[in-house]
């Protein structure tokens, strides 16, 4: 395996697309590291940047410092690796339970703090893959339970108690 494998393979492992630098736009598929051109100080892991972008600047692709895009499938492959080898194997389901219980503790404490509602949401796919799902299997819940919840009849949110869940109409059919 060549330098050029073994970076892609660490960005690629680590949630990145590629390297970029703010001096040279290295953005044919042959300049995965342009680190080495003269002149270049500041290299750096980055993502792929939208199409326009590439068209614009002529090239096959671009990576920046902007995350355009998120790909869930290969967060949850992470996340599980990272999970499984530091909380263990299983279901631990009363555990992430009990963890998402004090997390939502901490949103109702601090819920302008986004970080407290990722606690939440990595706690629940936590639980989904110990409960023996995919990463497949899980984003594709995620859509399907969207597209469910907007085929539903809800109440006015107007006239809901802003401090009670507003649930959908159970009418028996959704």
Not at 29 to 52: F, S
């Amino acid at each position: 395996m060549d330098v050029q494998a073994i970076t892609l393979k660490f960005l690629h492992a680590n949630g990145f697309d590629g390297l970029y630098n703010t001096d040279i736009c290295a953005c044919k598929c042959d300049d995965l590291m342009p680190c080495d051109n003269p002149g270049v100080t500041d290299c750096q892991p980055g993502y792929l940047q939208p199409d326009e972008e590439a068209e614009r600047q002529g090239c096959d692709f671009v990576i920046g410092p902007n995350r355009t895009h998120f790909d869930l499938i290969a967060h949850l492959h992470r996340q599980r690796a990272f999970s499984e080898k530091t909380f263990g194997p299983g279901a631990r389901t009363a555990g992430v339970c009990d963890h998402i219980r004090k997390e939502l503790i901490e949103v109702e404490a601090s819920p302008n703090d986004v970080t407290e509602w990722a606690d939440v949401i990595l706690l629940a796919f936590d639980g989904a893959w110990r409960a023996g799902f995919t990463p497949e299997e899980i984003a594709a819940a995620l859509g399907a339970k969207q597209t469910k919840n907007e085929a539903r009849t809800w109440p006015d949110w107007r006239t809901a108690d802003p401090n009670k869940a507003i649930e959908h109409v159970k009418d028996g059919a959704a």
